[in-house]
């Protein structure tokens, strides 16, 4: 499939992209969002491929400072990543010369698809997440530490310590306070049995706590019911990190109730967050190994978008 190098214009200045085309003329285009973390524009591996070949464009790019591009991500709000997202979009529509797109986010790039939907209702046509938590961060984390602990097989009672430590934590990131001394304050439990579970990455450095508290102020309740474009939304049914469950209460109630006929929800059994059945294998493409009811289900999602 036709690809090329590109750029999309942001804040931190030019990110590098690729825009990957059908042979022929593109249905739809589809901006494709990572996940937390650092990220290039080659994470994506096959997907582009596979989409190009149902006649879907995509636009993929570094995150800031990934990749030889500008910035930090580290710096970034998830409204900052919206915008960046449909910086994203606006290319992809030019460059693609695509009526109908939108965005596709993996875990946190979930919120910021919903984030980029709810900010611009009439730039974006569709979005799709993929183990995007419908909850913000600090009940996701707090959901992923305690559940962390339990794999362990930690007791209540020290669950309960590390749960008072992790809201404590929250509570203070969100008000701001210095992170210096939060690390200083959670360096007293080094010895406690669940530090490793719950004070490690992303809770071991300054600027990973200001990260955080940046980011502990999302809330995608508050802004689903702004999105106005159908939504489509996977999960793992095994997810150790997201509370699925959950998600699909805020989905259901907050999503506008005249795009409900549009929506769809797939909670696949027997994966977790990544949506591998088994381990993956090295010398098979990993998208390839992902839910063998994903696939599908995308497509059909995509099908029906790109037909307005």
Not at 2 to 18: Q, Y
Not at 62 to 74: A, H, I, L, V, Y
Not at 90 to 116: C, E, F, M, N, P
Not at 249 to 254: A, D, I, Q, S
Request: with cysteine; proline share 8%.
């Amino acid at each position: 499939m036709p690809e090329r190098n590109t750029v999309v214009d942001t804040a931190m200045g030019p990110l590098n992209a690729i825009l990957c085309t059908p042979d022929g003329p593109a249905r739809a285009g589809l901006v494709l969002s990572d996940g937390s973390g650092p990220a290039t524009r080659d994470a994506w591996q096959g997907v582009p491929g596979w989409l190009a070949e149902r006649g879907i464009a995509t636009l993929r790019h570094d995150k800031p400072g990934c990749g030889g591009s500008p910035g930090d991500w580290r710096a970034q709000s998830l409204g900052d990543r919206a915008i960046e997202g449909l910086a994203a979009l606006d290319a992809l529509r030019k460059q693609a010369t695509v009526d109908r797109a939108g965005l596709i986010g993996y875990s946190q790039g979930g919120w910021v698809a919903i984030a980029a939907a709810a900010n611009e209702p009439g730039l974006v046509d569709f979005v799709v997440t993929v183990s995007g938590p419908m909850v913000g961060p600090i009940e996701q984390e707090r959901v992923r530490i305690e559940r962390a602990l339990r794999a362990r097989g930690r007791s209540e009672e020290v669950i309960a310590d590390a749960l008072r430590w992790v809201d404590e934590r929250a509570d203070r990131l969100v008000a701001g306070q210095d992170p210096a001394q939060i690390l200083a304050d959670q360096a007293r439990y080094a010895r406690r049995d669940w530090y490793a579970e719950a004070a490690g990455p992303p809770y071991d450095t300054e600027e990973l706590l200001v990260l955080g508290g940046r980011l502990a102020r999302f809330d995608p309740a508050e802004i689903l019911p702004f999105v106005r474009c159908p939504v489509m939304a996977f999960f793992g049914a095994a997810d150790e990190l997201v509370p699925v469950e959950r998600s699909l209460v805020v989905l259901g109630e907050r999503l506008p109730a005249e795009q409900r006929g549009n929506n769809g929800v797939a909670v696949l059994p027997g994966v977790g967050h990544m949506l591998y059945p088994e381990p993956p294998q090295a010398d098979v493409p990993l998208f390839q190994q992902l839910s063998p009811a994903f696939l599908p289900l995308l497509e059909a999602f995509l099908d029906r978008v790109a037909a307005g």
